[in-house]
């Protein structure tokens, strides 16, 4: 990016009002409003699926018929109403892309707005970018490089196609269709998302990306994202989105899982930046998601790391299972809420096997009138020998009017497992903006510094390129919010 | 540079400057002594622009501007630098990055692009010889776990990387050590010109030995009661200030 491409950038953050607030024009194929097992249906025919998907989805769907919206997360917004939902929107395919050229241009505009290089440069500095736009798919780049070392990174609908008995085998084997509310109906509708492979003892070589947008008025985005490293494999994963200005709430439910086999790691990196409604709360995502990896083999590791900065409502609990022996979980968050927006995220780390491990760092900001909690569950099963866990939970404050909550849940079936929460809450001093301010530094870049400072050891765990973006990103979100 | 009018300011309701005139022009170095609470950092707080002080008389130019009507970061903009009585810590941030900030936020004020980081990484690894400021100390979290001194001497780094047009300098002296005041104190002495002017807040001669001030003003309850030359910092030493106060009442 040149130096007056990121002026721009600062200059129109610096205005206020949420950035990325456009919407692009494309042609859409809709579902009728409303959820029934026609909408389901309509989805799979849609997208040509075999049979035993179809069946999949109906059982998801028949489940959550009976099933009831959660409500023990520490978060109140007006119920969606599930029929007021359309569940299937995707961009005309004109045609099939064989390079970015022949993507609709419209496409490639919303993208250069945002600042995502799509482009020859981000090809060069060797990130493969499947893009999802709204529901499907519209480019994927890398293909050819990742296919020679047997690596399979595409939309989830052509994995559906192409590698049936992958995904016949996993899919709902880390979150299965019934696990909660949201996965249930995510199983039923999900209308598109990523896949990805990676066989035996290969290490891929780039950083695997994807950004989500939601893109169509009053769409309900239902994402499924399927990630497999095989035993000794290695992939480090990421995702960023962000969303058009909305008046009506947007409610976003995707699932995530990832399998990690014996000796694999897998690194998931998000950034999520979803509209958060403006500063009376009217607007906004609903971001309700459920990631889970289970490192099925010994010595396997998976390692969360996020940054949250959007959505009205965020509801989201990247988990570990850590099944193998030596298994390795991690868990790095940033969630930050502003004006009136409410998050309730943690993890969950499930350990069975010996000598598992797990490690969680949670940096809550809260600004504005926001509602900002941590709630995480350490779970130490009975056969889990010399398991260990660390949690670090600090709260910052930014003003009065906003709250920091910690919900630490500890269960421990064995005696010899060590488990240590520690547990902080701090507020930007006056002293440290002065400071800041004698030196030059106006307020709304000295709030940006000391929080960056305050997630330093969360940041430093972001792939390089994305922790530049998501430093940008903080500082944006927090401006105005104090004076 | 500096003319301070019949300045009077109050915290929480509480008169602490009653009527302050003070001024400092290009080359000076004036040393200000008072007694424990007499008002000296209150004095650089307002100066700098702490907003928790209301100023409620007088008024300040600095440069042919109305200095109480800038912002905090329009004032360092404008050249004027506070090296801080008690340094704040800011966790997580590197002293670098911090500073780095601090002099592209200075330029883009001034209307100057930012320091290539070329001619930032010579700027500082100059200004850190300075003050022998160690490369460790650098690339710490801005004043987290510095010890007392080298707390102030990061101010005086900062200070030459700034390169201010006025420097105010409170209570640096304390809490270093013979070695590190020399330092400290060369500084200063480097960064001086017959452009730029220091006020220096002391309560020991012992600095004036090497920051050699044109004046020495005594503050006293909120005013400066006296001024002198460097030989009044002298006498203060020998005699404390009760002479001063006392010569001060009979003249009210
Ligand atoms: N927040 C406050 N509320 C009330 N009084 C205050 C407040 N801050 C400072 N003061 C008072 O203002 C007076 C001047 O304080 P100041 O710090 O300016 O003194 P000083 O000359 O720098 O003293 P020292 O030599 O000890 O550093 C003191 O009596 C102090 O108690
Ligand atoms: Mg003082």
């Known amino acids: 990016m040149s130096m007056s491409d990121e002026d721009k950038i600062i200059e129109e953050a610096t205005t206020g009002d949420y950035k990325y607030g456009f919407v692009t024009d494309i042609e859409s194929d809709l579902a009728k409003v409303g959820l029934t097992e026609d909408t389901v249906r309509f989805i799979s025919a849609k997208k040509d699926e075999p049979e035993w998907l179809l069946d999949w989805r109906l059982k998801a769907f028949r489940m959550w018929e009976k099933m009831e919206e959660p409500d023990w997360a520490h978060v109140s917004y007006p119920k969606p109403n599930f029929q007021d939902i359309i569940y299937y929107a995707a961009p005309k395919p004109k045609k099939e892309y064989e390079s970015l050229d022949q993507v609709d241009p419209e496409i490639l505009k919303t993208f250069e707005k945002l600042g995502v290089p799509i482009n020859e440069q981000k090809a060069?500095?060797?990130?493969?970018?499947?893009?999802?736009?709204?529901?499907?798919?519209?480019?994927?780049?890398?293909?050819?490089?990742?296919?020679?070392?047997?690596?399979?990174?595409c939309s989830f609908s052509e994995a559906v196609k192409n590698h049936p008995e992958l995904v016949r085998e996993y899919v709902g084997s880390v979150v299965p269709q019934t696990d909660n509310f949201y996965s249930a109906l995510n199983s039923a509708v999900f209308s598109d998302g990523s896949f990805c492979y990676i066989p035996k003892g290969v290490r891929c070589p780039m950083e695997l990306s994807t950004y989500f947008r939601i893109n169509e008025a009053n769409t309900g985005q239902f994402e499924r994202t399927l990630i497999i490293a095989d035993e000794g494999a290695y992939v480090s994963y990421l995702e960023g989105c962000t969303a058009p200005q909305r008046d009506e709430n947007q409610l976003h439910a995707a699932v995530v899982e990832i399998v990690a086999k014996k000796?694999?790691?897998?690194?998931?990196?998000?950034?999520?930046?979803?509209?958060?409604?403006?500063?009376?709360?009217?607007?906004?995502?609903?971001?309700?998601?459920?990631?889970?990896?289970?490192?099925?083999?010994?010595?396997?590791?998976?390692?969360?790391?996020?940054?949250?900065?959007?959505?009205?409502?965020?509801?989201?609990?990247?988990?570990?299972?850590?099944?193998?022996?030596?298994?390795?979980?991690?868990?790095?968050?940033?969630?930050?809420?502003?004006?009136?927006?409410?998050?309730?995220?943690?993890?969950?780390?499930?350990?069975?096997?010996?000598?598992?491990?797990?490690?969680?760092?949670?940096?809550?900001?809260?600004?504005?009138?926001?509602?900002?909690?941590?709630?995480?569950?350490?779970?130490?099963?009975?056969?889990?020998?010399?398991?260990?866990?660390?949690?670090?939970?600090d709260s910052l404050l930014i003003g009065a009017k906003c709250g920091a909550h910690t919900f630490p849940y500890i269960e421990c079936q064995n005696k010899s497992a060590k488990v240590e929460h520690e547990a902080t809450t701090s507020k930007i001093g006056e002293d440290q903006l002065f400071y800041c301010n004698q030196r030059g530094i106006k307020t709304d870049k000295a709030i940006g510094?000391?929080?960056?400072?305050?997630?330093?050891?969360?940041?430093?765990?972001?792939?390089?390129?994305?922790?530049?973006?998501?430093?940008?990103?903080?500082?944006?979100?927090?401006?105005?919010?104090v004076g | 540079m500096l003319k301070i009018n019949g300045l009077k300011a109050e915290i929480n309701g509480k008169e602490i400057l009653k009527g302050l005139n003070l001024e400092v022009k290009p080359g000076e170095v004036h040393a200000i002594m008072g007694p424990n609470g007499s008002?000296?950092?209150?004095?650089?707080?307002?100066?700098?622009?702490?907003?928790?002080?209301?100023?409620?008389?007088?008024?300040?130019?600095f440069e042919g501007e109305d200095l109480l009507d800038l912002s905090p970061e329009q004032r360092a903009g404008e050249g004027?630098?506070?090296?801080?009585?008690?340094?704040?810590?800011?966790?997580?941030?590197?002293?670098?990055?911090?500073?780095?900030?601090?002099?592209?936020?200075?330029?883009?004020?001034?209307?100057?692009?930012?320091?290539?980081?070329?001619?930032?990484?010579?700027?500082?690894?100059?200004?850190?010889?300075?003050?022998?400021?160690?490369?460790?100390?650098?690339?710490?979290?801005?004043?987290?776990?510095?010890?007392?001194?080298?707390?102030?001497?990061?101010?005086?780094?900062?200070?030459?990387?700034?390169?201010?047009?006025?420097?105010?300098?409170?209570?640096?002296d304390s809490g270093l050590d013979i070695d590190a005041l020399r330092i400290v104190a060369n500084g200063v002495n480097e960064l001086k010109t017959k452009d730029n002017a220091f006020v220096v807040v002391t309560h020991y001669q012992r600095l004036l030995d090497y920051i050699v001030p044109d004046f020495v003003h005594v503050l006293y309850d909120g005013r400066i009661v006296k001024t002198g030359t460097k030989e009044l910092a002298l006498e203060l030493e020998e005699k404390g200030y009760d002479w001063i106060i006392d010569e001060f009442k009979e003249t009210v």
Not at chain 1, 318 to 329: A, M, Q, R, T, Y
Not at chain 2, 45 to 52: N, P
């Open chain 1, 124 to 153: 060069l500095s060797g990130v493969a970018v499947d893009i999802v736009m709204d529901s499907v798919s519209v480019a994927t780049t890398f293909k050819d490089k990742l296919g020679k070392l047997g690596i399979i990174f």
């Open chain 1, 263 to 393: 000796d694999a790691e897998v690194k998931y990196s998000t950034v999520q930046n979803w509209y958060p409604g403006d500063k009376k709360g009217r607007g906004g995502i609903f971001n309700f998601v459920t990631k889970r990896g289970i490192c099925a083999g010994d010595n396997s590791k998976i390692s969360w790391t996020q940054v949250e900065t959007g959505s009205a409502v965020t509801w989201k609990y990247p988990s570990c299972i850590l099944k193998g022996d030596n298994s390795v979980g991690e868990f790095f968050s940033v969630a930050v809420t502003n004006n009136m927006q409410q998050a309730d995220t943690g993890t969950k780390m499930i350990h069975l096997g010996k000598n598992t491990k797990s490690t969680i760092v949670s940096k809550g900001i809260s600004a504005g009138k926001s509602q900002n909690s941590y709630r995480g569950l350490v779970k130490i099963a009975k056969g889990a020998d010399g398991a260990r866990n660390f949690s670090q939970c």
């Open chain 1, 449 to 481: 510094l000391i929080v960056n400072g305050f997630c330093k050891n969360v940041m430093d765990n972001l792939p390089m390129e994305f922790a530049i973006e998501a430093k940008k990103l903080l500082e944006i979100s927090l401006e105005g919010s």
């Open chain 2, 39 to 61: 008002g000296k950092s209150t004095l650089a707080s307002v100066l700098a622009g702490r907003e928790e002080y209301e100023v409620t008389g007088g008024d300040v130019d």
């Open chain 2, 80 to 172: 004027l630098f506070l090296a801080f009585q008690y340094p704040v810590e800011i966790p997580g941030v590197s002293n670098i990055n911090f500073i780095k900030t601090a002099v592209n936020e200075v330029r883009e004020y001034r209307g100057l692009p930012n320091l290539e980081t070329k001619e930032f990484m010579k700027l500082l690894k100059e200004k850190q010889q300075l003050v022998e400021l160690s490369g460790k100390l650098a690339n710490r979290s801005v004043n987290e776990g510095f010890s007392g001194g080298e707390k102030k001497r990061n101010e005086i780094f900062q200070m030459a990387m700034l390169n201010p047009k006025l420097g105010i300098l409170d209570e640096t």
